[in-house]
Protein backbone atom coordinates (compact mmCIF):
# COMPACT_ATOMS: atom_id res chain seq x y z
CA UNK A 1 0.00 0.00 0.00
CA UNK A 2 1.28 3.37 -1.28
CA UNK A 3 2.16 5.93 1.94
CA UNK A 4 -0.66 8.40 1.62
CA UNK A 5 1.48 11.02 3.45
CA UNK A 6 3.69 11.82 0.31
CA UNK A 7 0.76 11.82 -2.48
CA UNK A 8 0.39 15.37 -2.57
CA UNK A 9 3.59 16.31 -1.94
CA UNK A 10 5.45 17.48 -5.63
CA UNK A 11 9.27 15.97 -4.71
CA UNK A 12 10.08 15.70 -8.82
CA UNK A 13 12.84 17.10 -10.34
CA UNK A 14 10.21 19.48 -11.52
CA UNK A 15 9.03 21.26 -8.23
CA UNK A 16 9.77 24.41 -6.66
CA UNK A 17 12.63 24.64 -4.68
CA UNK A 18 14.05 26.29 -1.33
CA UNK A 19 17.23 26.99 0.08
CA UNK A 20 18.30 26.85 3.79
CA UNK A 21 21.91 27.73 4.62
CA UNK A 22 23.48 25.57 7.26
CA UNK A 23 26.72 25.32 8.94
CA UNK A 24 29.62 22.98 7.54
CA UNK A 25 31.42 22.48 10.38
CA UNK A 26 30.61 22.07 14.43
CA UNK A 27 31.56 24.50 16.54
CA UNK A 28 34.47 22.54 17.38
CA UNK A 29 35.63 22.44 13.93
CA UNK A 30 34.49 18.63 12.83
CA UNK A 31 33.27 19.06 9.22
CA UNK A 32 29.45 18.28 8.73
CA UNK A 33 29.02 15.20 6.64
CA UNK A 34 26.21 16.15 4.07
CA UNK A 35 24.62 13.45 1.85
CA UNK A 36 22.00 13.65 -0.84
CA UNK A 37 18.24 14.20 0.23
CA UNK A 38 16.41 10.70 -0.07
CA UNK A 39 13.16 12.55 -0.24
CA UNK A 40 13.12 14.69 -3.10
CA UNK A 41 14.86 14.47 -6.66
CA UNK A 42 15.81 18.23 -6.81
CA UNK A 43 18.36 18.33 -4.07
CA UNK A 44 21.35 20.01 -4.42
CA UNK A 45 23.94 21.76 -2.36
CA UNK A 46 26.15 24.84 -2.56
CA UNK A 47 29.32 25.80 -0.45
CA UNK A 48 29.00 29.53 -0.09
CA UNK A 49 31.10 31.97 1.84
CA UNK A 50 29.96 35.08 4.25
CA UNK A 51 32.76 36.07 5.47
CA UNK A 52 35.18 33.79 7.34
CA UNK A 53 32.55 31.67 7.45
CA UNK A 54 31.75 28.63 5.28
CA UNK A 55 28.01 27.43 4.87
CA UNK A 56 26.52 24.73 3.10
CA UNK A 57 23.05 25.93 1.03
CA UNK A 58 20.88 23.05 0.99
CA UNK A 59 18.11 23.09 -1.59
CA UNK A 60 15.68 20.42 -1.61
CA UNK A 61 11.67 20.78 -3.45
CA UNK A 62 9.72 22.94 -1.20
CA UNK A 63 7.70 20.03 -0.27
CA UNK A 64 10.72 17.73 1.26
CA UNK A 65 9.70 16.60 4.77
CA UNK A 66 13.39 16.88 5.17
CA UNK A 67 13.44 20.53 4.00
CA UNK A 68 10.10 21.41 5.98
CA UNK A 69 12.05 19.94 9.20
CA UNK A 70 15.00 21.61 8.33
CA UNK A 71 12.91 24.98 8.21
CA UNK A 72 10.60 24.31 11.28
CA UNK A 73 13.61 24.00 13.26
CA UNK A 74 15.32 26.82 12.03
CA UNK A 75 12.59 29.24 12.72
CA UNK A 76 11.65 27.03 15.90
ZN1 LIG B 1 14.80 17.06 0.14
Given at each position: ???A ?31 PC ?7 A ?5 G???A ?21
Amino acid sequence: MPDASNQRKNVTYSAPVGSIDLAAEAEDGTPYEIWPCHDCLPWHAEVIQDGDEVAVREWHAIDCPQFQGLVNGAAG
